[in-house]
């Protein structure tokens, strides 16, 4: 397994797009969140934001999208230039390679995913009181010694994880870069549009409780957790088994097609 994920490694860190990519991930989530961040305002003539938490992590929207793309080229990459061949050759163990892959590219998305929510959430805790968002007004500031912070946080680099990994199965299974990401920026996107436009709001809540972001992103949340259509831990549950069941049909198409 060691040969494996040194192999992989080497494969995921020489592609040229890899690092700017994954310096995008940081730098979208940052950027935006601190964006968002300076564009409300709380006073008595405006409506507050609630969720100053969730608020600061908007950016995380955009990031993901960058994460999915590191993960399918991860795997497509290979399809693509014929490579794939040579490795499975070499390691016949198919889901030996798919294991290693999920591994290299968790390892990566965790390496990005903390320096941007981080970087989020300081930048939140220096923005938002000069918009009004301070203790006189109820909010404390930004820190991750609060229970509910650290959650969205840890909870957010997770999230960014699952991912990875549920864009590395469609695309094992998939092969196709342009497809693969196609179909998982569908699957990230479409729930949210879906519960916006669904007439009936039971049917929205249902949308927005087996989404893979609309559920997983839920873990942001810190403030009406008794009025979100699921559960942080229980949304991250969703995203989870959305990415475990793309694994197990990348690794079962991997194992019964040809290279």
């Known amino acids: 397994m060691s040969e494996a994920l040194h192999a992989e490694w080497t494969k995921l860190r020489t592609l040229p797009a890899t690092w700017w990519l994954l310096l995008g991930v940081v730098a979208a989530t ?3 969140g601190a964006t968002v961040s300076a564009s409300v305002s709380c006073t008595p003539a405006a409506a507050c934001h609630a969720d100053v938490t969730k608020l600061s992590l908007t950016g995380t929207y955009l990031g993901q999208a960058a994460i999915a793309i590191v993960a399918v080229l991860a795997v497509s990459g290979e399809y693509a230039t014929g490579m794939i061949a040579t490795t499975l050759a070499a390691m016949p ?5 798919l294991a290693a892959k ?9 390496a990005a995913g903390l320096p ?3 970087g989020s959430v300081l930048a939140g805790r220096l923005i938002l009181p ?5 203790s006189a007004n109820g909010y404390p500031a930004l820190s991750l010694a609060s229970g509910t912070v650290l959650r969205a946080a840890a909870g957010t680099v997770l999230y960014l994880a699952l991912i990875a990994l549920l864009s590395l199965g469609v695309a094992t299974a998939i092969r196709d870069s342009a497809v693969a990401i196609g179909a998982v920026l569908g699957l990230l996107y479409l729930f949210p549009i879906l519960a916006q436009v669904a007439g009936n709001p039971g049917v929205a809540r249902q949308l927005q409780q087996i989404g893979p972001m609309t559920a997983g992103l839920q ?3 810190s403030t009406g957790l008794r009025s ?5 831990w229980a949304g991250l ?6 990415a475990a069941a793309a694994l197990a049909a990348g690794a079962l198409a991997l194992c019964r097609r040809d290279a």
């Not at 549950?237 to 959305?242: E, F, Q, R």
């Open 93 to 97: 163990r198919r889901t030996t390679v």
């Open 228 to 232: 979100l259509p699921i559960g942080p």
């Open 219 to 221: 873990i942001q949340a």
């Open 30 to 32: 940052v950027i935006i």
């Open 130 to 134: 000069g918009h009004g968002y301070a």
């Open 116 to 118: 941007a929510v981080l």
């Open 237 to 242: 549950g969703v995203a989870a088994a959305w």
């Open 102 to 110: 999920a591994g290299v590219v968790t390892a990566v998305t965790l």
